[in-house]
């Protein structure tokens, strides 16, 4: 399978509305997949999405670009507390349906995960939906490993998913 040519770089303030709207699509594609509801995203202001996707020493948003388009993103996290600063968080992958199957998730997850390796971070942990058997795969073909399931994770409109917990040891 050939992978779509597309640039992957980090988001900034220019890319919040295309930021925006890709999560609230996900929202509403992959419900399951996304813990905030429509409503819910659609509330974050143009200062807190700016800042969600800022990068710092413990953050940092990555999107797929096609033609200069937002197809897909992934956000990564590191803890801030000390005791915590070895774990970081992978959030947030999407990609746009019409891109899936393309390479695109695995390449943005590349790059959040070489990421975290040059910030001196020694684990990658993210959550997985019990009913997204292709990300499950995607993640475990880079190496991330079940730590635990939690039952009944997510609730929408009265039916509950559960979620894995996964994690990626970079030492």
Same mark, same amino acid.
């Given at each position: 399978m050939n992978a779509v040519p597309l640039t992957i770089r980090t988001l900034t303030e220019d890319d919040i509305d295309a930021f925006h709207a890709l999560r609230l699509e996900a929202t509403v594609d992959t419900p399951y997949g996304i813990v905030p509801t429509y409503e819910e995203e659609a509330r974050w202001t143009r200062e807190e999405n700016i800042a969600r996707v800022r990068e710092t020493d413990r953050q940092a948003v990555f999107g797929a670009f096609d033609s200069g388009v937002l197809v897909g993103i992934v956000g990564w996290r590191?803890?801030?507390?000390q005791k915590l600063a070895h774990k970081s968080l992978i959030w947030g992958v999407f990609v746009k349906p019409?891109?899936? &199957?393309?390479?695109?998730?695995?390449?943005l997850m590349e790059r959040a995960?070489?990421?975290? &390796?040059?910030?001196?971070?020694?684990?990658?942990q993210l959550t997985v939906?019990?009913?997204?058997?292709?990300?499950?795969?995607?993640?475990?073909?880079?190496?991330?490993?079940?730590?635990?399931?939690?039952? &009944?994770?997510?609730c929408i409109d009265g039916e509950y998913f559960d979620e894995e917990h996964m994690v990626l040891v970079l030492d």
């Open positions: 590191r803890e801030a507390r019409a891109y899936r &199957r393309t390479g695109i998730a695995r390449r995960i070489e990421h975290a &390796r040059a910030s001196g971070v020694e684990q990658v939906g019990g009913k997204n058997p292709r990300a499950q795969t995607l993640y475990r073909s880079l190496g991330f490993t079940i730590y635990g399931t939690e039952s &009944r994770a997510i």
